[in-house]
């Protein structure tokens, strides 16, 4: 970038072309007033306090003002003074101060202004004072909007309108009575504002306050808990409590950005409900134990059923050193490859299915990337609510003019941005997307030149599309083929263009097609390998693709490795010093159904809770009850730990060290920031200790960066992985062996994982869903989650801001169907399947189209998976939880 060479208060000092003159002065530690100004915004200029002299101009706003070879500036002279100084003292004398009180106090740029332009009391009593006040904000739970300590800077409006694009607020009435209001003027809690409290950050005079503004004594660097964007925070501790919580603005994933959750919600890390001690279930209750008593327990029962009669559940939510060590412990000490978690519920399809077409099944590009597409095609995802941080990229690209592509059973908030909006029927993407390719090949829009040199299969692909003409795919998917046809041609045309998706493509019968027909429309368009596309499958949990990655699958090892090849198995049994079971264990579903069998007697659930989160969730409690052997290992008494012989008490991510793995592929490190609630202990060392008591060899680590160095001497995708590198920052695999190998942010820019290095186009045919409505269940049933709570809100429903922002189970139906049905919006409904019944309260919204209701799987009180299908995707064994047929029926006595 061009440097220009300006002079400012007689220090010649060099900026970079296009940068204003308040940005050049604050680069070079020059302090100008200013309080409208954000780096993150567009320059308003109306605060008038950052006013300077320019030889030639004479005063100037130097928030507008861009620099100029040989610019020569003043930022402190008696006619500047005096404009600022008036400026300060009208915002001033209309801000009720209560420094003192006030949670901005020390931080508040008001008070900076104020000091460094010396406000003089005599000066402030001669002005008018204000004689009505703004009634104040409560609504909301997580923060306080106060409108008497406004100062109409308009940063608050802008952060919402460019950073989260949500528009909340705005300038509101005239003069005195100017605001800042939602629509209609209704409180925050009542308006769209999706409580991310980026507006509270960025606000420079004690207007928008937390309502908790405990100042920490120190920061803890760490990665977020929740959703797969894997974003940077800072944990602030005060004592033995973690009070406050805000984005790390070095982190290239959120760059400072969270969600509401990410930012609000820690509660649960102190709450008083955690687990502080083993528990043991004498006579069906639980008694407080010794970690030796319930060691002893354990290592008793599980010394009797070794083998297949036992399974393990591993967690997306631990670290990636924990998950290794459980896959460890149930391969090498208990003789099976029994072991799998909530990835075969939700990202199965594409590990198989990028897998046979791409050679790996992760994704492609990085988050940032996003942003600088020149189209986005978001299909089964509803990424501003699941992973917002994404979101944000999805809205800066848009911004940016890039098309946007949206398809979704349901009008969801993305489709406000959307150029073309594709409302497809639930479990109809295969039709949608082999429509769209059947556009592209018949108007020649493919790349013919990366098909050939990089591609194999075209033939029997491009023959496959015959069965797609587009009359049968606008009969199958109820989407105009006009609406088809602009979207084929836009994917096919804006380029760079990426592909986002999530479990509204993965949670099928048929949901590895779902992914290998998103593979098949990058690869024709050549929209892989490259800056700004590729295919992008969103994790849905923390360290979802970490816990893959490290082996807490049936059929491979660490790496993707396969059990079923002899050469990696020796490898295996030479390092963990055993011999390892050559047959692939059962996956997630499977597990439960043999444990129904009573083929296996023994399971170890670590941090999960498939009570809700499972499909078919009534024989999953079945299940249970005829285990021989229960442990559960978790943070919280769960409606799953429950039916456990022995629960044991974890430690939230805040109180231990390791790894977690975003979706992006991007290893960052977890750090302790508090000692551990109670007597709770590390997944790790509570998976050692069990070991130990098997008197197994191999678990004598002292601290997880040792399990990270194993993890790294076996797996090759994070060979040049280590402690010491990641100090310094994340690493994306694959990282090969070496210290200074800088990570892979795009995979396949020269050769796919292939064994030929070409990626494979797949035929793909039409499969309809496995449960379909009809005359006694007329209703299709998909699920989703909510901004405000995370998977079984076994964290979010500790947390008492997000319960109120979202306290209950609803079910989202659309108008006409109420209508028929005779049911009002806020009427509790019963929700029946050919596997059990539920109740919650009805939803009436336009969101939902016609024969679909929607529910989320958060609220035990509403069960929404007593209610799914547990259909399997025969290749990747994921339940059909995206489409279920449904009734609905009115409660006796309820009045239409």
């Not at 320059?43 to 100037?60: F, K, N, Q, S, Y």
Request: charged content about 20%; aromatic content about 6%.
């Amino acid at each position: 970038m061009h440097e220009v060479t300006l002079t400012i208060d007689g220090l010649e000092l060099t900026a970079d072309e296009g940068m204003t003159v308040l940005e050049a002065a604050l680069a070079n530690s020059i302090y100008i007033p200013h309080l409208c100004y954000h780096p993150d915004l567009t320059p308003a200029g109306v605060c008038r306090l950052c006013m300077v002299e320019i030889d030639g101009r004479g005063l100037t706003i130097s928030c507008k003002a861009p620099v100029e070879e040989g610019m020569v500036v003043r930022t402190d002279s008696p006619e500047i003074n005096k404009v600022r100084r008036i400026a300060a003292e009208l915002l001033i004398v209309n801000h009720h101060a209560d420094c003192l009180a006030c949670a901005s106090n020390t931080q508040c740029k008001l008070q900076e202004v104020a000091n460094y332009i010396g406000i003089e009391e005599e000066r402030l009593a001669r002005l008018r004072q204000p004689t009505a006040a703004f009634p104040i904000d409560l609504s909301n739970p997580f923060f306080i909007r106060d409108p008497n300590k406004c100062i109409l800077c308009g940063i608050c409006v802008r952060t919402c309108e460019e950073v989260q694009r949500v528009r909340a607020i705005d300038f509101a009435f005239r003069g005195f009575l100017t605001t800042i209001s939602t629509f209609g003027d209704k409180p925050l809690a009542e308006s769209i504002c999706e409580s991310c409290g980026e507006c509270v950050t960025r606000c420079p005079a004690g207007a928008l306050t937390p309502r908790k503004s405990q100042r920490p004594a120190r920061e803890v660097s760490t990665t977020c808990p929740y959703c797969g964007c894997g974003c940077g925070i800072y944990l602030g501790v005060r004592g033995e409590k973690v009070v406050s919580v805000r984005g790390d603005v070095d982190n290239p994933v959120n760059k400072g950005a969270l969600c509401v959750k990410g930012r609000f919600g820690y509660d649960f890390i102190n709450h008083p409900e955690r687990l502080t001690s083993p528990l043991i279930k004498q006579n069906g209750e639980f008694v407080k134990v010794t970690w030796d008593e319930a060691l002893d327990c354990i290592g008793s029962n599980l010394s009797k059923c070794r083998g297949d009669e036992f399974a393990a559940i591993s967690s997306a939510k631990c670290t990636n050193e924990e998950n290794y060590l459980i896959q460890k412990f149930t391969r090498a000490v208990m003789g099976t490859n029994n072991i799998d978690h909530c990835a075969r519920l939700c990202h199965a399809p594409t590990v198989a299915g990028l897998a046979q077409s791409l050679g790996s099944g992760a994704m492609t590009n990085s988050i940032n990337e996003i942003g600088s597409a020149s189209c986005v095609f978001a299909i089964g995802t509803n990424t501003t609510v699941a992973h917002p941080i994404i979101g944000l990229q999805i809205r800066q690209a848009q911004q940016n003019d890039a098309k946007l592509i949206v398809a979704n059973p349901r009008r969801i908030n993305l489709c406000r941005f959307a150029d073309v909006f594709l409302q497809h029927r639930p479990g109809t993407d295969v039709a949608l997307l082999m429509g769209m390719m059947r556009v592209i090949v018949d108007e020649g829009l493919f790349d013919s030149s990366f098909i050939e040199g990089r591609t194999e299969g075209f033939e029997a692909f491009s023959a496959s599309l015959s069965s797609f003409d587009l009359d049968r795919v606008e009969q199958i998917t109820g989407v105009e083929r006009k609406n088809i046809i602009e979207a084929a041609r836009i994917y096919a045309t804006c380029k760079p263009a990426t592909i986002l998706y999530a479990m509204g493509i993965t949670q099928h019968s048929h949901g590895t097609d779902n992914v290998l027909a998103i593979s098949n429309i990058a690869l024709i368009t050549g929209n892989i390998g490259k800056p700004s596309t590729g295919v992008n499958p969103l994790r849905g949990q923390n360290n979802v693709q970490g816990a893959c990655d490290t082996g807490a699958l049936p059929g491979v090892y660490p790496g993707y490795q396969k059990v079923g090849d002899p050469a990696v198995r020796r490898k295996f049994e030479s390092a963990w010093g055993c011999s390892l079971n050559e047959s692939p264990g059962l996956t997630h579903v499977e597990i439960f159904d043999a444990i129904y069998a009573r083929a296996i007697k023994t399971l170890y659930l670590v941090g999960e809770n498939p009570i809700l989160s499972e499909a078919n969730a009534t024989h999953v409690e079945e299940a249970i009850n005829r285990l021989e052997f229960f442990v559960v290992q978790d943070i919280f008494l769960s409606e799953t730990a429950r039916l456990a012989d022995v629960v044991l008490p974890a430690v939230t991510f805040a109180e231990k060290d390791g790894t977690f793995t975003n979706t992006e592929r991007r290893v960052q490190r977890v750090y302790k920031a508090i000692e551990p609630i109670g007597d709770a202990k590390p997944d790790s060392w509570i998976t050692c200790q069990i070991a130990k008591k098997l008197d197994a060899k191999g678990f004598d680590f002292s601290h997880p960066r040792e399990i990270m160095d194993e993890i790294a001497s076996l797996t090759p995708s994070y060979a040049g992985i280590s402690y010491e590198r990641l100090e310094k920052g994340g690493l994306q695999w694959p990282c090969p062996a070496g210290e200074h190998h800088p990570g892979t942010p795009i995979l396949h820019t020269e050769r796919f994982a292939t064994e030929n290095g070409r990626a494979k186009l797949v035929p793909l045919e039409y499969k309809p869903s496995a449960e379909l409505p009809d005359d006694q269940y007329p209703l299709i049933l998909t699920t989703e989650r909510s901004l405000y709570h995370f998977h079984t809100a076994t964290m979010t429903r500790k947390v008492a801001g997000l319960n109120v922002l979202r306290d209950r189970e609803l079910v989202e139906i659309n108008p006409k169907d109420a209508t028929a049905l005779g049911i009002a919006d806020g009427e509790t409904v019963r929700v029946v399947s050919r596997r059990g019944e539920v109740t919650a309260d009805a939803k009436v919204t336009d969101v939902s189209p016609p024969g679909v209701i929607c529910m989320t799987f958060h609220f035990a009180e509403s069960p929404t998976n007593v209610l799914t299908s547990s259909a399997l995707d025969p290749v990747a064994k994921i339940p059909e939880t995206k489409v279920c047929a449904v009734r609905i029926e009115r409660l006796e006595g309820a009045v239409a």
